[in-house]
């Protein structure tokens, strides 16, 4: 009889944590963004509207600062993996180190931070 409520205490409690994820999860609101792509610390530190140069965004994003986009009204938007377990993003955003981009994806805020699951990513011809 004891393992008998032991197993229902068990199930209930995983169907009540269930339940509450469900009712957390954000599906993110659809946009399009133009801004380019800086190492993140520089994006904050240094109060900058565009990357120094290209091979410094990648310089330090090779040692391991995430690059982010700036966004033209100023909005930094932190690039994010969607699945479990995440994974880091620079790899897709490294080849527009330093470049104005068109970004097109899925945002999430939380506490005025914004994140972006990036479903499409291109250059903007001339930085326009």
């Known amino acids: ?11 209930l409690s995983c169907l009540l944590l269930v339940a509450v994820l469900a009712l957390g999860k954000s599906d993110g ?3 399009t ?5 800086l190492d993140s610390a520089c994006a904050f530190t240094k109060g900058l509207s565009k990357p120094i140069s290209k091979n410094c965004a990648e310089a330090c994003a090779k040692a ?3 690059l982010v986009i700036l966004s033209d009204d100023g909005t930094i938007y932190w690039p ?9 993003q620079n790899e897709k955003l490294l080849p527009y180190a330093g470049q104005k981009v068109t970004a097109t994806g899925k945002v999430f805020q939380r506490g005025g931070s914004s994140a972006m699951v990036i479903d499409k990513l291109e250059p903007l011809s ?3």
């Open 80 to 88: 994010i993996a969607e699945t479990t377990p995440s994974s880091g």
């Open 29 to 31: 609101k659809p946009v």
């Open 1 to 11: 009889m004891k393992f008998r409520n032991a197993i229902i205490r068990f199930t």
């Open 64 to 66: 391991g600062s995430p």
């Open 33 to 37: 963004v133009k801004g380019y792509v």
């Open 126 to 128: 001339n930085g326009k």
